[in-house]
C-alpha cells in the first residue's frame, strides 16, 4: 500500500551522488519514532540511515500528503472488508503539551500551559474515521463542522461510497443546537449529552469507544507530547498513528 502513495525518488541525469536509501528503511525509522516517542537524534544505528536522511525524506512525505494518503487508502480497504459500522460514530478530542511551534495556545485544562488538541471521529468499533489538531485553546464545538466535512467517501462492501454516519455521540462540549441543525442538515442523528440533564459521570453506551481509540493514540509515544514547531510534521505524526490503528485491525 506505501507504494502506491509514496512520490517516485528524485533522478540525478549527470550521475553520481550517494545511493538513496530504501523507502521501506526510512518508513521503520518513521514508524519506530511514532511508537517510541524518541528523538530524531537518538535514532539507533540499526536502521542504516542517518537521522538527518530520516528526518529530511519524512518532511518530503510530510509535504506531499503522503501519510494522509496511506490512512485514506486503508479506510478504503477496511470498508471493502466490511469493516467499518457507519450506523453510530463518535466524536472526542484530547490535549496534550505542546514545546512550542504553530497551532498552540493555553490549555484550560492544564494551567493554562501551552498545548495542543488531536480531535477524532470514531465509527461504532473504534475506528478513527477523521482526524484533525488544534491549538488547546479551541473549543471542541468549533471543531465538529470542519471534523465532519472531512470524512472522505469512503468504499464500502456493497454500494457507492459513504462518509455520513446514520447518528453521532458526543459529550456535553457539544451541546450547541446550531450544532445539531447541522448534523440532521446532512443526514446524521445527533445523540449529544445534554447539560444540565444528563450526567458528567457517565460516558454513555456508545461514547466509551471514542475514548478507546484516545488511548489507542496514546500508545503512541510520539503523541504524548508535541515536539513538532510545525504544524503539518505534528499532522503528520497524527495520521501515522490512525493510520497504524487501521492497519493492526487489517492485520488481524
Given at each position: 500500500m506505501f507504494q502506491r502513495v509514496v512520490p517516485s525518488a528524485p533522478t540525478r541525469p549527470q550521475g553520481g551522488g550517494r545511493r538513496r536509501v530504501d523507502d521501506r528503511v526510512i518508513l521503520a525509522a518513521i514508524v519506530y519514532v511514532a511508537t517510541t516517542g524518541c528523538a530524531w537524534r537518538q535514532l539507533p544505528p540499526v536502521f542504516g540511515a542517518s537521522w538527518q536522511t530520516v528526518h529530511r525524506r519524512f518532511a518530503e512525505w510530510s509535504a506531499a500528503r503522503v501519510w494522509a494518503k496511506l490512512y485514506r487508502i486503508l479506510l478504503d480497504e477496511l470498508g471493502v472488508r466490511?469493516?467499518?459500522?457507519?450506523?453510530?460514530?463518535?466524536?472526542?478530542?484530547?490535549?496534550?503539551?505542546?514545546?512550542?511551534?504553530?497551532?498552540?495556545?493555553?490549555?484550560?485544562?492544564?494551567?493554562?500551559?501551552?498545548?495542543?488538541?488531536?480531535?477524532?471521529?470514531?465509527?461504532?468499533?473504534?475506528?478513527?474515521?477523521?482526524?484533525a489538531i488544534s491549538a488547546a485553546n479551541v473549543h471542541d464545538s468549533l471543531a465538529l463542522e470542519p471534523l465532519v466535512r472531512s470524512i472522505p467517501p469512503i468504499r464500502s462492501r456493497r454500494g457507492p461510497r459513504r462518509r455520513r454516519p446514520g447518528k453521532l455521540h458526543g459529550d456535553k462540549g457539544y451541546d450547541y443546537p446550531h450544532l445539531r441543525v447541522f448534523l440532521r442538515g446532512r443526514g446524521i442523528i445527533p445523540r449529544i449529552a445534554r447539560r444540565g440533564i444528563e450526567s458528567s459521570q457517565r460516558l454513555g453506551r456508545h461514547r466509551w469507544v471514542v475514548e478507546r481509540t484516545v488511548s489507542w493514540l496514546a500508545g503512541y509515544r510520539r503523541l504524548h507530547r508535541r515536539y513538532e514547531r510545525r504544524a503539518d510534521h505534528f499532522a503528520s505524526f497524527v495520521a501515522i498513528a490512525a493510520a497504524l490503528i487501521c492497519y493492526r485491525r487489517l492485520a488481524n
Open positions: 466490511g469493516e467499518l459500522d457507519w450506523s453510530r460514530c463518535a466524536i472526542d478530542s484530547v490535549s496534550l503539551r505542546a514545546m512550542k511551534g504553530e497551532l498552540t495556545g493555553p490549555n484550560p485544562v492544564d494551567r493554562g500551559k501551552k498545548g495542543s488538541k488531536i480531535h477524532l471521529i470514531t465509527e461504532r468499533t473504534g475506528l478513527p474515521l477523521a482526524v
